[in-house]
């Protein structure tokens, strides 16, 4: 099984959003960057898929050089080596330039499985793993919390898989699809590992093929303006020490709401 | 032309399709919609659809639509929308177009605009509102590089009671000429997990806590504010993600939707697909250090402070 698992770096959840002068991205400057959360989760299968089945776990990301610190990071929890996509141009890409990107470095690859996360906490488009999909003329399946294999290969077939796919309101769904294919993970699809000292030093040694992004990508869309969102409701924020606060509240809600 | 693809399931429509309808709407100004719907055997649901004559109806109607799979999707869209044209289509941001819109607008190398809150303007030079950064801050986008424009409607931004009725509309049979063999997925009945021992939407009161609980052991904070309130627990995905309380516990999109009387949330950040379970709720409280946090725009009342000390002080005083 040769599996690659995608991970974008993403500025951490403690973040409080700074815009750039120009106010279509953030300030950069002062960001602190982790791993995406459902690409961990996504690095976690993977790294099971291959203690099952055997093979190798290759990271993919694109990004500018701070990139490299989640690549390390994957690599310390187990992952073989890394393809990095780098360009100072895809911190802000949309899902279609990642994707080419991601693409025309894992073109040569051919891996058996591709994973990715459902959705970045950055940008939020929940659509580079599919648009990879297309553009590696792989199938694919979305929202997964569990995966197996059947290595079995027939009729030219490199195995198949069935994965359980999430669906609205606690409903989910069984769909199985040859080999190679790729598949979006869910949070919660596995319980993480963290990196243990040994991990930190192997993965010093660990390669990284660093890759140039390729010409003729166009960005499909553009952010004219980054803003606070507007607020919908007008919320009645209470004051005061812990103590007077949760007497206001109390009280608030008795009186006003009713709702004790 | 706008147009819009509708949901069903087993010949039920997804609601969020006359959101979608609304938002497509906005975006038409004088510009027509039209509606397509793809599946087999759904004549109730596209007369339900043009009744409504919010636009004329197009069926794909087909045994390879039986059940949904992207790809058989992909290749059946695909046709309407090049006879067609439209200006923009619009979906409802659900799971299943989660699922096969990014593979639909890759293929026609179309610009795809997801989980959009706002319509800015009509036609080609219409701008959308879509969320980064988990709601932290909204993102006014411009597609580039032509149409059709690929847009899906975020759940619940958009009020399907504000759609604009007119007569009857038409509804009209397009050709499908799938290929069984280009459709890869073979999709299972859908399930539920064993059924859960706790009916949250039957709570009238629920405290549900998020990550900033930072660890199990600080679960009883929460535990004691429930039991002071004669509430009952519940949680955001990551904490049942953690194993830290049981998923049948989740609110959210993807867990249970809940409309008590009072919804307490400790350290929840407020992320869409946890509002979309809980904002029917009656009263909204939110405790939270981040005076930003988006759930404070869904909260009827706020405090902003450490959970670990305004937790133990309303139980304090409920106690008194
Ligand atoms: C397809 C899909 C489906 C999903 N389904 C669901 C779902 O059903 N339910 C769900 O909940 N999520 C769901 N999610 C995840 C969702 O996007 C968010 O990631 C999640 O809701 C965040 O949970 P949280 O608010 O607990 O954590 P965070 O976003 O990390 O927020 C923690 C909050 O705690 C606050 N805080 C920290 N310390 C303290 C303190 N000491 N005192 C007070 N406040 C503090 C912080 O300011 C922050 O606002 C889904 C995501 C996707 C993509
Ligand atoms: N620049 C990138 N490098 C590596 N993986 C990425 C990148 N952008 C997106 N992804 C993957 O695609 C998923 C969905 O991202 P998005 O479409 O932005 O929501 C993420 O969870 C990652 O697994």
């Not at chain 1, 030219?156 to 769904?173: D, I, N, P, Y």
């Not at chain 2, 149409?147 to 009209?172: C, E, H, N, W, Y």
């Not at chain 2, 509430?231 to 809940?258: H, K, Y």
């Not at chain 2, 919804?263 to 029917?280: D, F, N, P, T």
Request: charged share 20%; proline share 5%; glycine share 8%.
């Amino acid at each position: 099984m040769k599996i690659a698992v995608c991970i974008k770096q993403v500025p951490t959840r403690e973040w409080q959003p700074r815009l750039r002068d120009d106010k279509t991205w953030i300030r950069e400057a002062d960001v602190s960057y982790e791993m995406n959360e459902p690409d961990a989760y996504a690095l976690e299968e993977a790294l099971r898929l291959r203690e099952k089945h055997g093979g190798e776990v290759v990271v993919c990301s694109a990004g500018p050089a701070r990139v490299q610190q989640v690549i390390r990071e994957a690599l310390a929890r187990g992952a073989d080596r890394a393809i990095h996509v780098e360009d100072d141009s895809l911190a802000a890409a949309d899902a279609f330039v990642s994707a080419g990107a991601l693409a025309s470095a894992m073109a040569d690859e051919t891996f058996d499985l591709v994973l990715t996360g459902l959705q970045s906490d950055d940008q939020g488009h929940g659509q580079t793993g599919v648009v990879l999909a297309e553009r590696l003329g792989i199938p694919h399946s979305t929202i997964i919390m569990e995966v197996q294999i059947d290595p079995s290969t027939s009729s030219g077939q490199a195995g198949s898989l069935r994965v359980k796919r999430e669906l609205e309101g606690g409903w989910f769904q069984w769909i199985a699809m040859p080999l190679p294919a790729l598949l979006t993970i869910q949070s919660g699809i596995n319980q993480l590992r963290y990196a243990t000292l040994k991990g930190i030093m192997a993965a010093k040694k660990k390669e990284i093929r660093k890759a140039s992004l390729p010409a003729g990508l166009q960005p499909s869309q553009q952010i004219v303006a980054l803003a606070m969102p507007a607020r919908s409701k007008q919320t009645h924020l209470i004051g005061g020490s812990a103590g007077e606060a949760a007497k206001e509240l109390v009280r608030l809600l008795r009186d006003e709401a009713r709702a004790l | 032309m706008i147009l819009v693809v509708a949901e069903q399931r087993d010949g039920t429509l997804n609601r969020a399709t006359w959101e979608a309808l609304v938002a497509a709407q906005a975006l038409a100004g004088a510009d027509e919609v039209a509606v397509v719907i793809a599946g087999s055997g759904i004549d109730a649901v596209a007369q339900e659809l043009a009744a409504a004559g919010a636009g004329d109806v197009v069926v794909l109607d087909d045994v390879a639509l039986k059940t949904y799979t992207p790809d058989a999707w992909v290749i059946a869209l695909r046709a309407v929308i090049e006879q067609s044209a439209p200006s923009h289509v619009v979906f409802a941001h659900t799971y299943q177009t989660r699922d096969f819109a990014p593979a639909l607008a890759a293929r026609l190398r179309k610009p795809l605009i997801t989980d959009v809150t706002a319509v800015n303007g009509t036609g080609a030079s219409a701008t959308f509102t879509r969320p980064m950064f988990q709601g932290k801050l909204a993102a006014e986008v411009k597609p580039a590089g032509g149409g059709p424009v690929f847009v899906t409607i975020q759940i619940g931004a958009f009020r399907a009671d504000r759609l604009q009725k007119g007569s009857v509309a038409s509804v009209t049979k397009a050709p499908v000429s799938l290929d069984a063999s280009a459709i890869r997925q073979t999709p299972e009945a859908p399930f539920q997990e064993a059924k859960a021992a706790v009916d949250l939407s039957q709570a009238p009161r629920i405290v549900a806590v998020g990550r900033g609980i930072k660890s199990q052991e600080n679960l009883p904070v929460a535990e004691k504010l429930a039991k002071a309130l004669g509430a009952e627990l519940a949680a955001s995905r990551p904490i049942c993600d953690n194993g830290w309380l049981p998923m049948e516990r989740q609110i959210g999109s993807s867990g249970q939707t809940v409309a008590p009387k009072l919804y307490v949330a400790l350290g929840i950040s407020g992320a869409i697909q946890h509002l979309v379970g809980m904002k029917g709720s009656r009263t909204i409280v939110a405790i939270n250090k981040d005076a930003d946090a988006p759930i404070f725009e869904v909260a009827d009342y706020g405090i902003v402070g450490d959970l670990f000390e305004i937790a133990p002080a309303l139980v304090a005083e409920l106690e008194k």
